[in-house]
């Protein structure tokens, strides 16, 4: 059985910085595509990151690049999302997300993801 815990979220002033981590159980981790989520009240849920399950190629969504990092440690069987400069419309709870089929490629799409954590909050103040 698969499970995904996430960590690290809280508050903090915008300018600030945040690692979350999200610690996969269940199967071997460095087989499947990663991805970071992210919902805020009254909207739906945005890609943010994602890493591929092979030499770790990276993707983001524009509103992030250049703050958050996404990577991930096999042995550990974990994933980080480091996010600097963080600003108050970066408020939402976040989520890790792992693609079912091992060595599919990280995708932008949530609905390509089949296993889910139960989300961290962050919360920016200005």
């Known amino acids: 059985q698969v499970q995904l815990v996430e960590s690290g979220g809280g508050l903090v002033q915008a300018g600030g910085s945040l690692r979350l981590s999200c610690a996969a159980s269940?199967?071997?981790?460095?087989?499947?595509?990663m991805g970071w989520f992210r919902q805020a009240p009254g909207k739906e849920r945005e890609f943010v990151a994602a890493?591929?399950?092979?030499?770790?190629?990276?993707y983001y969504a524009d509103s992030v690049k250049g703050r958050f990092t996404i990577s991930r440690d096999n042995a550990k069987n974990t994933v980080y999302l480091q996010m600097n400069s963080l600003k108050p419309e970066d408020t939402a709870v976040y989520y890790c997300?792992?693609?079912?089929?091992?060595?599919?490629?990280?995708?932008?799409?949530?609905?390509?993801?089949?296993?889910w954590g139960q989300g961290t909050q962050v919360t920016v103040s200005s």
């Open positions: 997300a792992q693609r079912g089929d091992y060595y599919s490629g990280a995708s932008y799409s949530p609905d390509d993801y089949a296993y």
């Open positions: 269940g199967r071997t981790l460095r087989r499947y595509a």
């Open positions: 890493i591929n399950w092979s030499i770790g190629n990276t």
